[in-house]
């Protein structure tokens, strides 16, 4: 059973803070997507990372993934209200299309 | 184009009645997962189907728990004799599976209050 972890678990800074998550497995996955889910919606795709090493930027987001394809990152600078919400990862392993996700981060950015 | 749609909304019922919850994929997307989360928690996957078969059905939690789809779209997930317990935000996703990479799209979910 491939288990992503994600932490911090809980995170509240103030607007103009950087921070950075982490999404962390012992398993290999061919490629890792990062979700962003407001209160009562879907959560809603941010990127997908496939190679090893890999770096994506989005705006004030940057997400890595890990050079054994076991881990990724999420880095937002200066952090603003809007980026509130539960930040989920989730990995294919490559034996079919279901998606692993993690228990996701719950973040909270104060004005 | 439209996106993942979930209806109803909220549905609000007395424990022991059977409730079925609607998901509408994005139309030309083979495969649909559904998946439970509870407040503020992240997501339980139940079923997932490629075309109107589910390979996986791992996480039903119970066999109060039912889903099917037919013509390769519509999908309904049925719970009978709803405990309190099944209260949650019932989320559907679908994706393209020729992508190789499954990104899903969900839809908003549908809350579920068992009284």
């Known amino acids: 059973t491939q288990l992503l972890e994600q932490s911090p678990q809980f995170l509240s800074i103030q607007e103009g803070e950087n921070l950075t998550v982490y999404c962390n497995s012992s398993?290999?996955?061919?490629?890792l997507q990062w979700y962003r889910q407001e209160p009562g919606e879907g959560p809603v795709l941010l990127v997908t990372v496939v190679t090893g090493g890999e770096v994506k930027k989005l705006k004030r987001l940057t997400f890595q993934f890990g050079d054994a394809r076991k881990d990724s990152s999420l880095h937002i600078t200066a952090a603003q209200p809007g980026d509130t919400g539960l930040y989920l990862c989730a990995g294919n392993a490559g034996a079919n299309s279901k998606l692993t996700f993690g228990k996701g981060i719950t973040l909270s950015v104060r004005p | 184009g439209a996106g993942v749609s979930q209806s109803p909304s909220n549905k609000v019922t007395e424990k022991g009645k059977d409730v079925e919850l609607r998901c509408d994929p994005i139309s030309g997307h083979t495969a649909l997962y559904w998946y439970r989360q509870s407040l503020g928690q992240g997501l339980e996957f139940l079923i997932y189907?490629?075309?109107?078969?589910?390979?996986?059905k791992s996480g039903l939690p119970s066999d109060r728990f039912s889903a099917e789809r037919t013509g390769g779209s519509v999908s309904t997930l049925t719970i009978q004799r709803t405990q309190q317990e099944d209260s949650a935000v019932y989320l559907c996703?679908?994706?393209?599976?020729?992508?190789?990479?499954?990104?899903?799209?969900f839809g908003p979910g549908t809350r579920l209050t068992v009284t």
């Open positions: 398993s290999v996955f061919s490629s």
């Open positions: 189907f490629q075309g109107n078969s589910a390979p996986d």
């Open positions: 996703a679908s994706s393209l599976v020729r992508t190789s990479t499954y990104e899903q799209y």
